[in-house]
């Protein structure tokens, strides 16, 4: 038997390779408009990273995680997500002492979990994430949201749902918290073994708990929005009143409770509300993770990202019927009759090319016909035509193949003609 390709991972081939590049490409040239840099961190970090920073409660450190001892016995994992990473890489580098604040960064790169496969999850999948990190002002909050709906509306998105709360403070999630069991410690029996580990480790999180959805106890719980101290309250607001002057429309769920334990203050999801997205309707995650950088070992940081996957993204594209205007065709292909035009066309391939036109020619001794099929499958736009004859009076018969119209053209003017045709 054959090996397959381990489970929840998929090769991305020629034809749709394309559609990754775009939009990697636009990822690239918005964070450039917004000024964010590339950071290129290993697909492997130190176990304990990941356990400090995305959280002992959280299911990616008890289920997800890809962990293995290497040969020098240390715990290794490959990287579930980027912020713990690129916090990390902030601190090696002090980053922090950096007279410019925020630091403001971008990833795009493949991530693993060990999730139950289904559409829009995978076990392997490609983030594209922003980090902006060492300043604490709503604006970078709201500059961070503005870089991603710039990039989704810049791909012709449109039914798209921003969902945003705030977490609040320190103070004021130790006060939400004691609430929250307050008001589940009575009926805690009646929930998942899950939700009774997390009751006192982590309450917030039984409110993202899939499995006790529908308990009633859900829809009464305390909202943070009610326990929010001035501060926190303050900073939301401003964080809105900026989403209205950048005319950033959204909606202010208090029950978005994000997967990671790491947030405060900004917490948002942006949703596709195209019809016959699959069930998984988040396409992108992020907030504030004020207190990261210091627990993994750095100095008191604030910083604000989000991450969103190229995999979604590409289905939310076909939910709303979008084709991107990707180029997948050839300029020319240069067809021969004859042993000497045969011999010929290698050197004329390769000035075509060094022209910077993308070029090709036959390797399988196909005939006329054949070769003509091959152009017409990698969708040529020109088609040269080089016999023996035309190779001796130094010319080639250059074929449109969109108009269908053949003119001779002298060989050392070819380079210019398909120019000046461009
Ligand atoms: P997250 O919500 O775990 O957040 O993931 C962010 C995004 O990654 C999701 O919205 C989804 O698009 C994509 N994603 C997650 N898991 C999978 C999967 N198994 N298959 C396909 N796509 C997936 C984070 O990772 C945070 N680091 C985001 C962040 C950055 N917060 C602050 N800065």
């Known amino acids: 038997m054959s090996v397959q390709i381990p489970r929840g991972t998929q090769d991305i081939l020629p034809g749709k390779v394309e ?139 449109k039914k798209l749902k921003l969902v945003v709360n705030s977490l609040g403070d320190t103070e004021s999630r130790q006060a939400h918290r004691q609430a929250l069991i307050d008001h589940f410690s009575p009926r805690i029996g009646e929930f998942c073994s899950d939700c009774q580990n997390r009751l006192h480790k982590n309450p917030l999180r039984i409110l993202d708990c899939k499995k006790d959805r529908d308990h009633e106890l859900m829809n009464t719980a305390p909202s943070i929005l009610e326990y929010l101290n001035d501060y926190s309250k303050e900073y939301f607001e401003s964080v809105q009143q900026y989403l209205t002057d950048l005319d950033i429309e959204y909606v202010v769920d208090p029950t978005l409770v994000r997967g990671l334990d790491y947030y405060n203050h900004t917490a948002f999801e942006l949703m596709s509300e195209a019809d016959g997205f699959g069930a998984i309707t988040t396409l992108c995650g992020g907030g504030r993770y004020n207190g990261l950088i210091q627990e993994i070992g750095g100095p008191e940081t604030p910083g604000i990202g989000f991450a969103l996957s190229i995999e979604r993204l590409l289905s939310a594209l076909e939910a709303e019927n979008i084709e991107l205007p990707v180029e997948k065709g050839i300029d020319c292909y240069v067809v021969t009759l004859g042993d000497a035009a045969k011999a010929k066309s290698v050197a004329l391939v390769n000035k075509l090319r060094k022209a910077g036109f993308v070029a090709e020619k036959d390797y399988q001794d196909k005939k006329v016909k054949g070769q003509f099929k091959s152009a017409d499958r990698l969708e040529a736009k020109y088609v040269v035509v080089l016999g023996d004859d035309e190779l001796a009076k130094g010319v080639a018969n250059v074929k449109d193949m969109a108009l269908g119209e053949q003119e001779e053209v002298k060989l050392e003017e070819l380079v210019a003609y398909l120019e000046n045709k461009a």
């Open 19 to 157: 559609y990754w590049q775009f939009v990697e490409q636009k990822a690239r040239e918005i964070c450039r408009a917004f000024n964010y840099k590339e950071i290129r961190t290993p697909m492997f970090e130190h176990t304990e990273l990941f356990q400090r920073g995305v959280g002992e409660t959280t299911d990616i450190v008890q289920k997800e995680m890809y962990t293995f001892k290497d040969r020098g016995d240390r715990s290794l994992t490959l990287r579930p997500e980027g912020t713990a990473a690129v916090g990390r890489s902030y601190v090696t580098h002090k980053m922090f002492g950096n007279p410019n604040q925020p630091t403001k960064l971008f990833y795009i790169g493949p991530m693993f979990r060990y999730e139950r496969p289904q559409a829009g999850r995978f076990r392997q999948f490609v983030q594209f994430g922003v980090e902006a990190l060492g300043v604490n002002d709503p604006a970078i909050d709201a500059e961070v949201l503005a870089l991603l709906m710039n990039f989704y509306q810049s791909l012709g998105l």
